[in-house]
């Protein structure tokens, strides 16, 4: 499972929401040989948020009481009371045919929009009840709207207005973009640290993680063995935020490992310098992480108001989201 934080920066109290990717609760997801389940994650959808210049999220009304079962699914949707079979046409909340009906029937009707000139289909997702349409122009991104949300409430889905969130109206600030540490002082952006990770938070935006980890054998001529352990313990990563690089530093250490056994194995002189060769490889993969590491992103905000609350589940196909005070 993956985890990922939404902040509520106005609050006094649990700032940081954790939002788990628990997809395998489902009893009716499909887990082998299904492609789109596959992409249906949380973090992939975090990902494609944050590598899109312009995105708009769109968040359906009581989209799981707006689901209208197909006619052909209806004998297979029910459920036995008193001995009497009741069949569903709505399915209701709370079952747990609902997350797989909303999933099937969003599934389908985003397959049949395609009429956008650029991306069509292809830059429109959705996670649970959000609709991410995301491209490289505001126009670009308004333009497939247009076209969706229409197509939307034509099957009886309402887009809720108030929690609509989007990059298209932030002047030229968009998800991407450079964080000078002038502009994080002068924004009166507030740092604080959740889960072994250094968080920025803002007014107009949720989070910037800035800087998760640096890897100091990136600045280094000699790659030693000891060096690449030490980087890779490090990164004690709950949220799987740097997942890759911790894959690549394991890679490095374990090739690192291999070419200096024979040698040690041979000469016996404690050799931890590796060859001119061994270590172009390496540094030219850190070096990637290390630029992946420094990268300054943006994500929108993306919480409910839940201040009244003393504690807070939403369980969906694809996250429980958990808030205790």
Not at 84 to 104: D, E, Q
């Amino acid at each position: 499972m993956c985890g990922v934080p939404v902040f509520a920066n106005q609050r006094k109290s649990t700032c940081c929401r954790i939002c788990i990717d628990a997809r395998e609760l489902n009893n009716f997801m499909n887990k082998e040989g299904d492609e789109e389940a596959a992409d249906m994650d949380l973090q992939s959808r975090i990902l494609e948020w944050r590598a899109s210049k312009r995105v708009d999220c769109e968040d359906l009304k009581k989209a799981f009481w707006s689901v209208h079962i197909d006619e052909s699914d209806v004998k297979w949707l029910g459920m036995c009371v008193v001995s009497r079979i009741i069949s569903w046409i709505h399915v209701p909340f709370g079952t747990n045919w609902s997350p797989w009906a909303l999933s099937s029937v969003l599934g389908k009707i985003l397959k049949q929009i395609g009429g956008t000139e650029q991306g069509g289909a292809e830059a429109i997702c959705f996670y649970v009840d959000d609709v991410i349409l995301r491209g490289d122009s505001c126009s670009e991104v308004s333009k497939i709207r247009r076209e969706v949300v229409p197509a939307l409430e034509e099957r009886g889905f309402e887009v809720h207005q108030d929690k609509r969130m989007s990059n298209l109206d932030m002047d030229e600030d968009c998800i991407g973009r450079e964080v000078s540490k002038e502009e994080i002082l002068s924004e009166k952006f507030r740092t604080g640290g959740w889960l072994g990770y250094d968080w920025i938070c803002g007014e107009r935006v949720d989070v910037i993680d800035v800087r998760l980890r640096q890897i100091e054998l990136a600045k280094e001529s000699k790659v030693t063995e000891s060096a690449l352990r030490s980087a890779f313990g490090k990164f004690f990563d709950p949220m799987g935020l740097s997942a890759e690089v911790s894959l690549e530093l394991r890679w490095a250490a374990r090739l690192a490992h291999e070419r200096l056994k024979q040698r040690r194995k041979d000469f016996e002189d404690g050799m931890d310098i590796l060859d001119e060769e061994t270590a172009s490889i390496i540094l030219s993969n850190i070096t990637a992480c290390n630029s992946f590491l420094q990268s300054d992103r943006i994500l929108p905000p993306r919480y409910l108001d839940v201040s009244t609350l003393f504690v807070f589940v939403d369980a969906s196909e694809a996250c429980i989201a958990i808030d205790i005070r």
